[in-house]
């Protein structure tokens, strides 16, 4: 699986939007850009995923660069309950009945500022 | 998403003792389990696979004798650490996977402390 690069950590305002980066250039054509977040002491939560199209869901907007070798994760309208570990993980389909797992990195560590 | 429930949430032992973690998928049927562990300070990392009905297979590094992953049904999953010393102590997380889902949802965690 293609690996990533993240900041290792991020400051964003209340109620402002966060933008999380996220460098994967060595992504292959059928993998996917999974982001998932982790906040203190519990398993992590499923955020959203893409393939080469910007995704939009309640939580979140995704956008990937043309070239697929970056791309950003918006939280739109940032609450003191999105401070988090963010991940973002390049991965084939998961759907490949088990074949495929998430390996998770270091991820960036959001801070929700009041 | 997916309901996925773990228990213990915490549990505390003595050195030497076993502890069994629980793991359900509430409202899907799990062809394949995954089981992680986290440090303090550190990052998720895969320990086991076990498909139902089958051997788990482990990563590098994971002593599968030490670890017990029992996968009999579509729902549950169990993760024993045997003879448990303080360095098992870690936060274990399971990952049920249904094969056709393109995410993987993950239960809440269960905090091991080895005394």
């Known amino acids: 699986d293609a690996k990533t690069t993240q900041p290792p950590s991020m ?8 933008n999380l980066p996220c460098n994967h250039s060595t992504i292959s054509g059928n993998e996917y850009v999974y982001w998932y977040r982790q906040i203190h002491s519990q398993g992590p939560q499923y955020i959203i995923h893409g393939l080469k199209n910007n995704e939009t869901n ?3 907007s995704l956008i990937i660069t043309e070239d697929r070798k970056s791309s950003t994760l918006i939280l739109p309208h940032a609450t003191l309950r999105d401070t988090a570990v963010y991940y973002c993980i390049v991965s084939r389909p998961l759907s490949n009945f088990g074949n495929e797992k998430l390996t998770f990195g270091t991820g960036t560590r959001l801070t929700i500022i009041p | ?3 996925v429930s773990q228990h213990p949430s915490w549990v505390i032992c003595k050195s030497g003792t ?5 793991c359900r998928s509430l409202d899907f049927q799990a062809t394949t389990m995954f089981w992680y562990r986290q440090f303090p300070k550190q990052s998720l ?15 590098q590094g994971v002593e599968k ?4 992953i029992n996968h009999a049904s ?9 003879s448990a010393h303080p360095e098992d102590s870690s936060f274990y997380i399971c990952s049920p996977h249904a094969g056709h889902h393109n995410e993987q949802f993950f239960g809440p965690g269960t905090r091991l402390t080895v005394l």
């Open chain 2, 1 to 3: 998403g997916a309901v």
């Open chain 1, 11 to 18: 400051d964003c305002a209340e109620g402002r939007a966060a």
């Open chain 2, 74 to 82: 579509l729902t549950l999953s169990t993760l024993t650490v045997t």
């Open chain 1, 58 to 60: 309640e939580m979140a």
């Open chain 2, 45 to 59: 990392m895969l320990m086991a696979t076990s498909n139902e009905g089958s051997k788990a297979t482990y990563e």
């Open chain 2, 65 to 68: 004798d030490k670890f017990l």
């Open chain 2, 18 to 22: 076993s502890v069994k973690i629980e």
